[in-house]
C-alpha cells in the first residue's frame, strides 16, 4: 500500500540540481511534519532534511546544509527537496516519510517517529 510518492529522481553531474516532490495517496499530508531521508549504498538510512507544519521550521543534516531545502506547496499538496551543488556523496535513494506530529522542531529524525513512508526515488550524481 503506497502512503507517499516520490518522483524527480534521475543522474546528474556533480554541480547539479534537481527538485524531488512528495505527495500523499490516502493519508493525511497537510498538517504534519514531512521529512527526508536517504539511503546510500552500504550505509545506513540518514535523515536528510525536515519541515515541521506549525511555523515552517525546517531541519537539515550537516551534510546538506547551504545546498538543499525543503518546502511545500500547500495548493499541490506536495512538499519539495530543490537540491543544488550535487555531489557525488549525494547518491542514494531519496525518501520521503510523514512524521506523526505537526513539528519537529530538533533532531535527529528518528525513523520510527515517521509512521508513513514513499517507496523512495533514487538520485545518482556522477563526477
Known amino acids: 500500500e503506497v502512503q507517499l510518492v516520490e518522483s524527480g529522481g534521475g543522474s546528474v553531474q556533480a554541480g547539479g540540481s534537481l527538485r524531488l516532490s512528495c505527495t500523499p495517496s490516502?493519508?493525511?499530508?497537510?498538517?504534519?511534519?514531512i521529512g527526508w531521508f536517504r539511503q546510500a549504498p552500504g550505509k545506513e538510512r540518514e535523515g536528510v532534511a525536515c519541515l515541521s507544519r506549525g511555523d515552517g521550521v525546517t531541519l537539515y543534516a550537516e551534510s546538506v546544509k547551504g545546498r538543499f531545502s525543503i518546502l511545500s506547496d500547500d495548493a499541490r499538496n506536495t512538499v519539495y527537496l530543490e537540491m543544488s551543488s550535487l555531489k557525488p556523496e549525494d547518491t542514494a535513494v531519496y525518501y520521503c516519510?510523514?512524521?506523526?506530529?505537526?513539528?519537529?522542531?530538533?533532531?535527529?529524525?528518528?525513523?520510527?517517529?515517521?509512521?508513513?513512508w514513499g517507496q523512495g526515488t533514487q538520485v545518482t550524481v556522477a563526477s
Open positions: 490516502g493519508i493525511p499530508f497537510a498538517n504534519y511534519a
Open positions: 516519510a510523514r512524521h506523526y506530529r505537526a513539528n519537529l522542531y530538533r533532531g535527529p529524525m528518528f525513523e520510527y517517529e515517521f509512521p508513513y
